[in-house]
């Protein structure tokens, strides 16, 4: 059995070293001032295993939305160029249609 509990303490060590070093990230990444950093970390050792995987989850989201807001706007970009060939083209096509009846007549 002891040599079960060792793996699960070395995984889980592993685990909060990697989880603190990843928060440790996400705050210096942060947009937030540094005396509102400096105030997190120095919350952090009051704080339970809860909040700070609360604290985490919020980080990681606005990382990641502060991350991917330039794809967004580019592919609205690029959806609105797309809708806009569309309508020209429906367009051009209907003009065509209408043409073409007005030679049947």
């Not at 210096?28 to 909040?51: F, G, V």
């Amino acid at each position: 059995m002891n040599q079960q509990a060792t793996p699960n303490e070395k995984e889980l060590a592993q685990n909060l070293e990697l989880n603190a070093k990843k928060l440790a990230i996400l705050l210096y990444n942060s947009t937030m001032p540094s005396d509102i950093k400096d105030a997190w970390i120095a919350l952090l050792p009051k704080m339970s295993t809860e909040q700070i995987d609360q604290l985490f989850n919020i980080l990681e989201a606005k990382y990641l939305d502060g991350g991917t807001k330039d794809i967004d706007e580019k592919y609205r970009k690029e959806l609105e160029k797309v809708v806009k060939d569309f309508e020209k083209e429906r367009d051009e096509d209907h003009e065509k249609l209408i043409k073409q009846i007005k030679q049947i007549r």
